[in-house]
């Protein structure tokens, strides 16, 4: 199956609570739902590789068969499928807490052997596994001559003492995308820039560093830093999947064009598609003129290709 994105994680049914306790219930979401969005308003081919619970009401999968390839989709029948809160301060603040067991949750990510043979030849991949199957997955998706591999690392990982582990993964992708919560609690520093100095000292490749309402930070191979403004929307509904989309529509983007500016464009139009509704599927007649607006205006507000210092949000 040429010209195929994949998205490689877990599934997640979000419940909402908005300030003042209104709630909303039963959203497809979860990273590679979000990521996988992010590659569609780009490209036709995208799959999802995941396990849901016997659970997953078959509603689920009709809306999903929309959007995506589901050969890669599997039910595990001895787990239930993972459910989160996602609720809302006042301040638009988003506060997470799984409604399922961790260990359960680990127990749906799908297996490397078990990715699909019709996924053939595979353009880019969005890859939110846990971390110690990264190297598996990477040793698979290279057999099967797969390009492009960004790995966005699970916000537990990113601590002090994996730093040894982080960046010998950091070493096998192509791309690393951590928020810059996660950066910051990683290096143990505060400043972007640093913390992208911080990531090529140990030994990263190229980085993009996503920083919500401040864009994202670049790094290539050599590193020279980018920003990448964020793209702006006129109402936001709901934050939440936002960065997921970035690093889908990033892959994209890097496949597309070959140069990080530009899958930072990508990047930061699905991220702003994102914003407009609950859950992570939305008609994607939504967007097309709107999509291709809001590459212009990144690259009329682009970056000089340079490094930057003392860029703190």
Not at 36 to 65: C, H, P, T
Not at 229 to 248: F, L, S
Request: charged letters at 20%; glycine letters at 10%.
């Amino acid at each position: 199956m040429s010209g195929l994105f994949l998205s490689i994680g877990g599934i997640i049914i979000d419940d909402i609570r908005l300030p003042g306790g209104k709630e909303r219930r039963g959203f497809l979401g979860g990273g590679i739902t979000h990521a996988a969005m992010g590659m569609r308003i780009w490209k036709q081919k995208v799959g999802l590789v995941s396990n849901v619970g016997s659970d997953f009401d078959s509603s689920y999968l009709e809306q999903l068969d929309k959007y995506f390839i589901l050969h890669g989709l599997d039910i595990n029948p001895n787990v239930p499928t993972p459910r989160a809160w996602q609720v809302f301060d006042p301040d638009g603040t988003r506060h997470e807490t799984f409604q399922t067991d961790f260990d359960q949750m680990v127990e749906l990510i799908p297996k490397p052997e078990n990715l699909p043979e019709k996924f053939s030849t595979i353009s880019g991949v969005h890859l939110h596994c846990p971390p110690q199957k990264v190297d598996a997955w990477v040793k698979v998706l290279r057999e099967r001559n797969c390009p492009i591999i960004l790995w966005e690392p699970w916000d537990g990982f990113c601590l002090p003492e994996n730093q040894a582990e982080f960046f010998l993964y950091c070493t096998m992708v192509d791309i690393v995308s951590p928020n810059l919560r996660e950066g910051r609690l990683l290096s143990g520093l505060q400043d972007p820039v640093d913390i992208l100095h911080f990531f090529q000292d140990n030994g990263a490749g190229a980085v993009a560093l996503r920083m919500a309402e401040d864009g994202s930070l670049l790094m290539d191979h050599q590193g020279d830093i980018i920003h990448i403004p964020a793209v702006p929307v006129e109402r936001i509904v709901d934050v939440t999947g936002a960065g997921n989309a970035y690093c889908g529509g990033f892959v994209v983007g890097l496949s597309e064009t070959g140069e990080l500016q530009q899958a930072g464009w990508y990047g930061g139009v699905s991220a702003s598609c994102a914003l407009g509704q609950f859950g992570a599927l939305y008609p994607l007649t939504r967007y097309p003129s709107e999509q291709t607006q809001r590459l212009a205006w990144c690259r009329e507000n682009a970056s000089n290709r340079q490094s930057l210092n003392n860029f703190i949000p």
